[in-house]
């Protein structure tokens, strides 16, 4: 059996489930789905005041690629249409004694409570410096949309870095379909 070598190997064709893709920061990388990937990572490095109803504020920015990005420091733009997993966590300093974190597409809240995740924290004498609420979901998102992670609690609340030595809040978003 004959084997057969192509003469030219640069005029080879790349298959569509293997496209060369490189994000914002121009690394490379193979997309196996045929579709460009799509993400977003976002952090809040140092210690902050949220309003009650008010955006947790991300003030660095990390890998992003396919429509993805910080618009305003608490405003997150999503270009593509498509299912997206969106994941959070944040560390506060009590009080307040009932913290609730919600998701807000274009304005709204997302419906049932599906991005809405609570902590509460009650006063039993001993110290507590900090505490966290996380949440994860997959939610669809149109085309052109904003996502924010807003204090939903109440009442006003205290994001804490731990003396700048990590993160108060993070928020992760990636597309999924």
């Not at 977003?40 to 140092?46: E, I, K, L, T």
């Not at 995740?117 to 507590?128: N, R």
């Amino acid at each position: 059996m004959k084997s057969r070598k192509s003469k030219n190997k640069s005029s080879r064709s790349i298959p569509w489930f293997n496209k060369e893709v490189k994000n914002n920061n121009n690394q490379q990388f193979l997309s196996t789905s045929g579709q460009t990937p799509s993400y977003g990572n976002f952090w809040q490095s140092g210690n902050a005041g949220v309003a009650s109803n008010g955006p947790i504020p991300f003030n660095q920015t990390g890998p992003t690629a396919g429509g993805i990005s910080l618009l305003t420091p608490d405003t997150i733009n999503i270009t593509e249409a498509g299912d997206y997993e969106v994941s959070y966590i944040v560390t506060i300093i009590p009080p307040p004694n009932l913290t609730k974190l919600s998701v807000f597409l274009n304005n709204v809240e997302v419906p049932n409570f599906q991005t809405t995740f609570t902590t509460l924290f009650e006063d039993t004498g001993i110290l507590l410096e900090a505490y966290q609420v996380s949440g994860t979901a997959i939610i669809s998102i149109p085309a052109n949309s904003t996502l924010e992670l807003r204090n939903t609690s109440g009442s006003p609340l205290a994001i804490f870095s731990s003396n700048l030595q990590s993160n108060a809040a993070a928020l992760i978003v990636i597309k999924v379909s």
